[in-house]
């Protein structure tokens, strides 16, 4: 699959669950304001400092931050967030390092390994989401630096990243699907057992 195509895709499909699905509030509104604005700025990249940045990348760190700090306790999740990031861009930079590691596609390997540490770092599906997309942001940032010190042509904020953001949402979201699944069933079986 071309880089780029399952963001446009699952990206789709969140709007659409935002849009059908969700209960209309604030939230709704700016999360389906969000969405359309990475869809439709993906393409369009901004030269700051020498560096090509995309704009659908800035908009997604601004909006990661905004939502960020909103959170409770946000210093533990902002920690949090610096963990999952540093996490992001030292798996990066070993896939590149040592590519004979990755046993399966990339696009694979590295959201599992990234859903494991936020599933362990914090419990709610609004929390995963924001540190997970914060940290990969800053992550992608870090990364695209180092790359750029050793003179390699970089774009900030590129479809392989877009890949990645979706492929963990859907991950916590399926997580979270699962979860909500498997109370159910337990509430169920003890109303079941009286």
């Known amino acids: 699959m071309t880089e780029g195509m399952l963001f446009y895709w699952l990206a789709w499909m969140y709007w659409v669950m935002i849009v059908f699905f969700m209960q209309p509030t604030k939230r709704h509104s700016r999360l389906s304001i969000?969405?359309?604005?990475?869809?439709?700025?993906?393409?369009?990249?901004?030269?700051?400092?020498?560096?090509?940045v995309s704009l659908s990348f800035i908009i997604l760190m601004i909006g990661s931050m905004g939502m960020h700090a909103r959170l409770p306790a946000s210093l533990y999740h902002l920690f949090c967030a610096l963990t999952f990031s540093i996490a992001f861009m030292g798996i990066l930079l070993w896939e590149e390092l040592m590519p004979i590691w990755m046993f399966m596609p990339k696009l694979v390997m590295v959201p599992m390994i990234l859903i494991v540490i936020l599933i362990a770092m914090t419990k709610a599906m609004y929390n995963?989401?924001?540190?997970?997309?914060?940290?990969?942001?800053h992550g992608e940032l870090l990364y695209k630096l180092i790359l750029a010190e050793y003179r390699v042509p970089t774009t900030i904020g590129?479809?392989?990243?877009?890949?990645?953001?979706?492929?963990?949402?859907?991950?916590?979201?399926?997580?979270h699907l699962f979860k909500t699944v498997k109370q159910y069933v337990a509430n169920m079986s003890k109303l079941l057992v009286r």
């Open 34 to 52: 969000w969405v359309l604005l990475l869809i439709s700025c993906s393409h369009v990249y901004i030269n700051i400092a020498s560096y090509d």
């Open 128 to 137: 995963k989401l924001w540190i997970g997309l914060l940290g990969l942001s």
């Open 158 to 175: 590129s479809p392989e990243f877009f890949d990645y953001a979706v492929v963990i949402t859907c991950l916590i979201m399926t997580w």
